[in-house]
């Protein structure tokens, strides 16, 4: 039984004004698969039989979106709800209706069904649930609950073919599986195997979005690392197939470090996390006779992240936010005269230190410019003097030239 209490009552609200205007409408996918599985959904999605532009005319204010799959924003001062109308998947009667390109991928899934026929279009079965918070009875799959007690992902009917038509499958499946922690059906283990390779094909659009999904929702290093079992990391990920010690490290360390930010409520972006995760990849291209060379390093920024962003588009909001913080970088191993206090000073700059201390913990080897720069940002004025008289007389020697790199390279 599903406590109605845990629903966002706008969404049922919604329900409400659908049914009174005779149509069916329930709640759907993730928000019942959480629900029955005790977990706070993240939001909540409505089916129902009637058509976009029925919906729209509902609720005025709502909106209609989507070319490849239409469907009703339906929104209020603060919220806002997904309402999708029931389709027919891809079963014999409308088989030459869908729209598919020659790999078998759907590129336009926009043919109404009833529910029956929307269940089988989804893609496991613990997503094919439906609940009516009024009667509150849960409808669609004959094995979603099942498999729910179960705990396993299991695909509606054969994952080979499914994956096919939509290869992003393969990353839900592996989503889900570490988020509800449930065990993935062999079946669809073997068609990650054969089709993932599809993942190449998909639009960088859409796999930003999912990126976000699987980097940002606080399981990041449990699905790198079954990503990574499963040779899929590549496709969200754009340093070369080989990676070095440091650069794995990095990656590791940066996924860590964003779970662990959400766990304390600190605000996390993707713009921070590619950041990290294709430094790596910027300073080997910098190189030039062990050395990193300015000129490089300011060309291969743009390299390394057109490179990333032909697998996940890169808002153009992060770019100039990615760039700050690799050029700071550069300036964090420089701490002559005011040039820290400049430094500090960057609105970026707390970014930049902690992907220097990302940095240091991936290289395995004591360093003491994170510590440095951490006794600099919190002291006084005194004190940060003495940091830098210090390194005068230590004779430490920092030129623009010379960067201390030599531990993140292969
Ligand atoms: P979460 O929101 O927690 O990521 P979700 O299951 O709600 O999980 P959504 O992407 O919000 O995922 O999709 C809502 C529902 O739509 C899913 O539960 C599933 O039934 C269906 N769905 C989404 N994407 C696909 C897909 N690629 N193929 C088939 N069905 C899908
Ligand atoms: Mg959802």
């Not at 759907?28 to 129902?48: S, Y």
């Not at 940066?254 to 600190?266: A, V, Y």
């Not at 003491?368 to 004190?383: A, M, P, V």
Request: proline share 3%; aromatic share 10%.
């Amino acid at each position: 039984m599903i406590d109605n209490k845990k629903i966002n009552k706008f969404s049922i609200s919604i329900i409400k004004d659908l049914q009174k205007n005779n149509f069916q409408a329930y709640l759907v996918g993730g928000c019942v698969r959480d629900l029955m599985c005790g977990l706070e959904p993240k939001d909540f999605d409505i089916a129902t039989d009637a058509t976009p532009e029925q919906v729209r005319k509902i609720f005025k204010a709502s909106r209609i979106i989507g070319r490849r799959f239409k469907l009703v924003h339906v929104f209020n001062r603060s919220e806002l709800i997904e309402v999708a109308t029931f389709r027919a998947g891809d079963d014999s009667s409308n088989n030459n209706n869908l729209i598919k390109d020659t790999s078998g991928k759907i590129i336009r899934d926009n043919i109404w069904g009833d529910l029956e026929q929307d269940t089988y279009r989804r893609d496991f079965t613990v997503n094919a649930l439906y609940y009516c918070p009024i009667s509150q009875k849960i409808v669609g799959h004959k094995d979603g609950m099942k498999h729910i007690h179960e705990k396993s992902i299991v695909s509606i009917g054969d994952p080979v073919k499914r994956f096919s038509e939509d290869p992003v499958r393969s990353l839900r499946a592996i989503r889900f599986s570490n988020k509800l922690n449930f065990k993935i059906d062999k079946d669809i283990k073997e068609a990650i195997y054969e089709k993932g390779h599809l993942l190449s094909d998909i639009s960088n659009a859409r796999l930003f979005d999912e990126f976000c999904k699987i980097f940002l929702s606080g399981m990041a290093e449990k699905n790198f690392n079954k990503l990574s079992s499963y040779g899929l990391s590549k496709y969200l990920i754009s340093t070369d197939s080989e990676r070095s010690e440091f650069t794995t490290n990095l990656i590791v360390e940066s996924l860590r470090n964003t779970d662990k930010r959400l766990i304390n409520g600190q605000s996390i972006t993707p713009g921070f996390l590619i950041a990290a995760l294709l430094w790596p990849g910027l300073i080997e291209r910098s190189l030039s006779k062990g050395e990193i060379n300015l000129r490089k390093f300011f060309r291969s920024m743009d390299y390394v992240l057109r490179n990333q962003q032909k697998i996940t588009a890169v808002p153009r909001k992060f770019q100039s936010y990615i760039k700050d913080i690799w050029v700071l970088q550069l300036k964090l191993h420089s701490r002559i005269g005011k040039q820290p206090y400049k430094t500090l000073k960057h609105p970026r700059f707390r970014a930049a230190y902690d992907l220097l201390l990302l940095r240091e913990r991936a290289t395995n080897k004591k360093q003491d410019l994170g510590k440095w720069w951490t006794d600099f940002q919190k002291n006084d004025e005194n004190i940060k003097k003495a940091l830098i008289n210090d390194l005068k007389e230590k004779n430490i020697q920092e030129t623009p030239k010379i960067f201390g790199f030599s531990e993140e390279l292969r």
